[in-house]
């Protein structure tokens, strides 16, 4: 029987021609049938029905009655029992395989229905994300995580073009599983895995009121720099380029910060006068080089101003950027005398957000360590404001960074000439 269905839609396929929308609905029931009756050990006959699903939906094959224009565009339609619940099961089943081809063309052709029919779209994201979060935790190396991730990024791009999924990947911390993908690649790593997982990435941020904590939190903009400095493939450099420039058109602070830190502007400085290169690159990626580095230049000053920096203490949502680092503090640490050491007090205050925000807390152990550095008799300041039992209390703390930062904190509080310690 299955030797038989595969000879008969070898035939049709052949023709390339489906004789109206019932034989195309007889046509995907027997495909149906086969992936359903096969047994792990026919891969010829799983990848034979998988990848001819991919070609249905690819429009590969025509449909010449007068129903094209509802199969032509809804060829999902026929893999459903009643037109509107797909027959998934073989496709859920055949993911499980321990055959890779299996796995990524069982997947891909998923990818390709959801994209095209409501169906379960909740459980298919999560069987990726299970098997990405895998892989991530168990490759030791890059060869490791290449192979490991091969067999499913292609559906992971497939799905993403869809916005909902988009939605549901950020929630199940997709944002960071890509970006801890590319840090085990390397900004030099294979062109195929990072192009992947640029993609994804720039597809994310195509996500309308898209939420950047994910992105931030994940270093993902420091990871999308990297790439676009190291270049390793034309592809590869003109998503990491539209992905920033996405989440840049945001004209979120946080965001534009980030890039400033991560020297961003000078990097497209250089593109831009580069003649060579600029030869290599296509007008739109041009176009996003120019808009990303005049936004960028545009709020620079902003950015860079002790009002920032007062308006993250006050909110409370610090974040790592040009406001925390040596230069800002040098310049900037007698501000804190205003209304006496109002904002100094709020920025202590912060140190019990470490349960709550670690990246919040270890930020604030920085910049109080940083302003006892700076500030003439910074230490006695924050020892009468109590800064130094709050940050020695928080050398214990289960968390490694911040275990890390109130070290150092307590350290430039305690030391009398730091600057021969450093």
Wanted: proline share 2%; hydrophobic share 40%.
């Amino acid at each position: 029987m299955v030797a038989k269905a595969q000879n008969d839609l070898a035939g049709v396929l052949e023709a390339k021609t489906v004789n109206g929308a019932s034989d195309a609905k007889t046509f995907c029931s027997i495909l149906m049938k086969l992936a359903s009756n096969s047994t792990p050990q026919d891969v010829d006959i799983q990848l034979y029905v998988f990848t001819r699903v991919e070609e249905v939906l690819g429009l590969q094959v025509e449909v010449t009655d007068a129903d094209s224009s509802v199969y032509g565009h809804h060829r999902a339609v026929l893999f459903t029992t009643d037109g509107i619940n797909l027959v998934d099961a073989p496709f859920f089943r055949a993911m499980t395989s321990s055959d890779a081809s299996i796995k990524c063309a069982s997947s891909l052709s998923l990818a390709c229905l959801l994209s095209q029919k409501e169906g379960k779209l909740d459980e298919f994201m999560q069987m990726l994300v299970g098997h990405i979060g895998y892989a991530v935790n168990a490759s030791s190396g890059v060869g490791d995580i290449g192979s490991a991730i091969e067999d499913i990024m292609p559906a992971l791009c497939m799905i993403l073009r869809r916005h909902n999924a988009r939605n549901l990947f950020i929630e199940k911390d997709g944002v960071n599983l890509v970006t801890t993908i590319i840090g085990k690649i390397g900004a030099n790593g294979g062109a195929q895995q990072l192009y992947d997982c640029s993609f994804c990435l720039w597809a994310l941020s195509l996500t309308k009121g898209v939420e950047l904590d994910p992105f931030l939190n994940a270093g993902t903009i420091r990871s999308l720099i990297e790439l676009v400095s190291a270049a390793p493939s034309r592809k590869v450099f003109r998503m990491s380029v539209s992905a920033l420039a996405n989440l840049a058109s945001t004209e979120d602070s946080a965001v534009l910060t980030e890039m400033l830190t991560h020297g961003l502007e000078k990097t497209l400085e250089g593109l831009i006068h580069n003649s060579s290169h600029k030869e290599s690159i296509d007008l739109e990626t041009e176009n996003d080089i120019r808009t990303l580095y005049e936004l960028l230049m545009r709020n620079y000053r902003d950015l860079s101003t002790f009002e920032r920096w007062a308006s993250e203490v006050n909110t409370g949502a610090l974040r790592w950027g040009i406001v925390h680092t040596d230069k800002f503090w040098r310049e900037n640490c007698k501000f804190l005398e205003r209304n006496d050491f109002e904002l100094l007090k709020t920025l202590i205050s912060l140190l019990t957000y470490a349960d709550k925000d670690p990246i919040v807390t270890s930020i604030a152990l920085y910049d109080i360590g940083e302003f006892t550095r700076f500030y003439p008799n910074g230490k006695a300041v924050v020892k009468a404001l109590g800064a130094h039992e709050k940050s020695m209390g928080l050398i214990g703390h289960p968390n490694a960074e911040i275990q890390r930062h109130a070290l150092q904190c307590v350290s430039k509080i305690m030391v009398n000439n730091w600057e021969f310690m450093r």
